[in-house]
């Protein structure tokens, strides 16, 4: 069992089928299955993979002060996990919520973080809990920041999910980049081409590994240890029912098996299984493999 710190959002999502993107418009539709409400977020969701995956995990976060941790606990019971919300803190105005509407592999996001670009979390705590980690799990949200002088202070390592690598975001995300010996990189919105875009990563942060994920065609890996760039092809456990998330386990899933075993390669093959199955499900929080379950896919498929 490994020791993770993972800090990120944590938020209210509704997921919505619809029949085209754009939507389009009718009055009223009343559908069984129609839509979906939960608890999400990249950080939320991580850390719920990891902690399937049999980790010890501290979740960094912040929600509104009018929501109690209660309703959060009585969602993880709803999945028999049992992730501890005691740094999950009310310090915010209104609570993170997002709207997701999908339709055939597509999505189209509606997301409203309310106040916590502007707000700070409690740095004695982050101080406090760093300390006896395996690896550092974070989104680059703005209260993540004070993590990137910690683990380098107590000489952890970091991963850092930075999702969208679009021009005008990356000059926020300097910092976080150069610190990161592990970035995960989605392809949701990329402008250059992938190879291009990893090399520049390479070059000029200089990161261990780089994770790309590039949709339905798999994903990209990149280990420093022997300069390698390798592009693995998905595969298949359960029907495609929505892949929201799908990021989130992959990343997750991999470290965890990263950190256990030391080998990219290998952890990389039970994070596109891992992610396979998350995806037959519909919430971004729900639908994870356990490790049996894992080993008994890779005996279906790659022995």
């Avoid at 990329?190 to 190879?195: F, I, K, P, T």
């Avoid at 890996?221 to 799908?246: C, F, H, M, Q």
């Amino acid at each position: 069992m490994s020791k993770f710190m993972v800090a990120g959002f944590v938020q209210m999502e509704t997921i919505i089928k619809v029949e085209a993107l754009p939507v389009p418009y009718k009055q009223f539709e009343s559908i069984p299955d129609l839509v979906n409400s939960g608890i999400g977020g990249a950080g939320f969701n991580e850390a719920m993979a990891l902690k399937w995956l049999g980790n010890e995990v501290d979740f960094m976060s912040m929600v509104a002060r009018n929501m109690s941790r209660r309703q959060i606990e009585a969602y993880l019971k709803t999945f028999d996990v049992n992730l501890k919300t005691d740094y999950v803190l009310p310090m915010l105005d209104g609570m993170p919520t997002s709207v997701i509407l999908y339709c055939k592999g597509k999505k189209q996001t509606f997301e409203d973080v309310k106040d916590i670009r502007h707000v700070e979390y409690d740095y004695d705590l982050l101080e406090s809990r760093i300390q006896d980690k395996d690896m550092i799990l974070m989104s680059n949200c703005n209260f993540c920041r004070p993590i990137i002088g910690l683990a380098k202070k107590y000489q952890k390592p970091l991963a850092v999910n930075v999702r969208s690598m679009r021009a005008e975001k990356i000059a926020n995300k300097e910092d976080f980049l150069a610190a990161a010996d592990i970035l995960y990189i989605s392809d949701d919105d990329l402008e250059s081409d992938h190879y291009d875009c990893i090399k520049e990563c390479r070059e000029k942060y200089d990161p261990e590994i780089v994770i790309m994920g590039i949709g339905d065609k798999g994903v990209i890996l990149y280990t420093k240890e022997d300069n390698s760039v390798i592009e693995y092809r998905p595969v298949k456990t359960n029907e495609i029912v929505n892949t929201i998330g799908a990021g989130n386990a992959l990343f997750s899933s991999f470290m965890h098996y990263y950190v256990k075993t030391k080998n990219a390669k290998e952890a990389i093959k039970n994070a596109l299984l891992f992610a396979s199955y998350k995806i037959g499900f519909v919430g971004t929080s729900n639908g994870f493999m356990t490790e049996e379950q894992i080993e008994q896919w890779k005996k279906l498929i790659w022995l």
